[in-house]
């Protein structure tokens, strides 16, 4: 095109097309210029998709007594109602450790007993995964968005709301009594090997199985157990009575150091989170969170703390690990109706679900730069079995606990 334009002979015409083409030049090196600075902020940030805010519904309405945006319980680690501790019960080394830092930090914290790896649910829960792929089959690797897969038109509506939430989609899955199967399983009855299928990407993309894939896109019987417990953890909050919009709950893994000064860390950011939320990493990993700019902070943090060392909140970007996050009320709804959904539930590590969520823009989410609750990764990992104490990714606090 450039070349047709330079062969057109009239001369008046020349200067104008080679005025035209500087233009265009000058233009789209400033666009250059300014687009990724339009990136750093992702657009959820600035509108709000479903302020829960804007539509009470008759429980809250007809109530008068509304309760207090900051109830006097609401001052577990400077910012939850709630505080989940997610953990093996045959972890007794690591439930020390978490003894010791419930007394230092005097969290009261609801210990949710994570599903066994070797628990005969797990076997359902692969089942469901299989029949499901099945029903959905998936044309090529990556290039099937939109085709078959929606997600529910009414999630956004159901989370905003204070229905309810039964049991239903992928709670369903392992309904044959886990309870009781679950004190029976770990002596020595055969239970058939799982199958070999490989973690999903994108809304429900899945590449067919190859022994030489790597660790990370291989679904496993602790992925499946991480997702299972976590999503029994959420479920304990959502389910309380009495439950406020403003309520926050955090949910810990039980391999973690944290910040002595955590509550004035988190206190001190939480000021600039926007109306409607629904998750924030108080620790995360693999990822650049400071890819999207800071939150504008309007507290000033203490002149005491060094700036690379000032705990700052960001847009997240794609962060990876779930030992310590927050949820909001609402986003444990959202999150929950996502996990559940029966062609997504499942179908890949938790964190890699989170993190599609997340970059998908169906959670609000945002992350504590530098993390204010890191793994600690001294004592074996339960979810990377090759790798001894797990994944490579290390970090460390300003002043931890246990000194991490
Ligand atoms: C609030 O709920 C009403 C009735 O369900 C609906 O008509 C209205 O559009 C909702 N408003 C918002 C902002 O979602
Ligand atoms: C700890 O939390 C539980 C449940 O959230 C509550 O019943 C109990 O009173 C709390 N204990 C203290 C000492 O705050
Ligand atoms: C899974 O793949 C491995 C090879 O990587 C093979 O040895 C094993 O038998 C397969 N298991 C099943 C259930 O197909
Ligand atoms: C993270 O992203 C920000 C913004 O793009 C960049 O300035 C910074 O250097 C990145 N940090 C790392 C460790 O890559």
Request: hydrophobic share 40%; proline share 7%.
């Amino acid at each position: 095109m450039v070349a047709s334009l330079f062969a057109c002979r009239a001369g008046a015409a020349r200067y104008v097309y080679l005025v035209l083409g500087v233009v265009l030049v000058l233009w789209s090196s400033i666009f250059a210029l300014v687009s990724p600075q339009m990136r750093m902020l992702p657009p959820f940030v600035r509108s709000p998709r479903v302020p829960w805010k804007e539509n009470h519904s008759e429980a809250s309405c007809s109530a008068k007594t509304y309760t207090p945006l900051f109830s006097p319980s609401s001052t577990q680690l400077g910012i939850a109602s709630e505080v989940y501790l997610i953990s093996l019960p045959g972890r007794q080394d690591r439930r020390k450790q978490m003894e010791h830092l419930q007394a230092y930090k005097e969290i009261n914290w609801t210990v949710v007993d994570a599903l066994d790896p070797s628990d005969i649910s797990i076997g359902h829960i692969f089942e469901r995964i299989v029949s499901q792929r099945s029903l959905q089959p998936s044309r090529g690797h990556w290039n099937d968005l939109g085709s078959v897969f929606r997600w529910p038109a009414d999630i956004n509506a159901i989370a905003a709301s204070t229905e309810y939430l039964g049991a239903s989609g992928s709670d369903l899955w392992t309904s044959t009594n886990t309870q009781d199967s679950r004190h029976t399983t770990s002596s020595s009855i055969s239970v058939p090997p799982h199958p070999n299928i490989t973690c999903a990407t994108q809304d429900h993309s899945v590449q067919s199985f190859k022994p030489s894939l790597p660790d990370w896109m291989i679904l496993t019987a602790p992925k499946i157990s991480c997702w299972y417990s976590h999503v029994s953890a959420v479920q304990k909050f959502i389910n309380r009575v009495n439950t406020t919009p403003a309520d926050v709950a955090v949910f810990l893994e039980d391999d973690i150091d944290v910040e002595k000064d955590i509550e004035m860390r988190m206190r001190q950011v939480w000021s600039s989170l926007p109306q409607g939320w629904d998750m924030v990493f108080l620790g995360h990993c693999w990822s650049n969170e400071s890819f999207y700019s800071a939150l504008p902070s309007s507290r000033i943090m203490s002149p005491l703390y060094d700036l690379p060392t000032q705990s700052r909140i960001h847009p997240s970007y794609s962060p990876r690990c779930t030992h310590a996050y927050a949820l909001s009320l609402s986003g444990a709804r959202r999150l929950l109706l996502h996990l559940r959904y029966p062609p997504f539930a499942y179908s890949r590590a938790l964190d890699q679900a989170f993190s599609w969520l997340i970059e998908s823009g169906r959670l609000r989410a945002f992350s504590v730069v530098p993390s204010v609750v890191i793994q600690r990764k001294v004592l074996s990992s339960d979810i990377f079995s090759g790798s001894g104490v797990g994944s490579a990714w290390r970090e460390h606090l300003v002043d931890g606990v246990f000194g991490t």
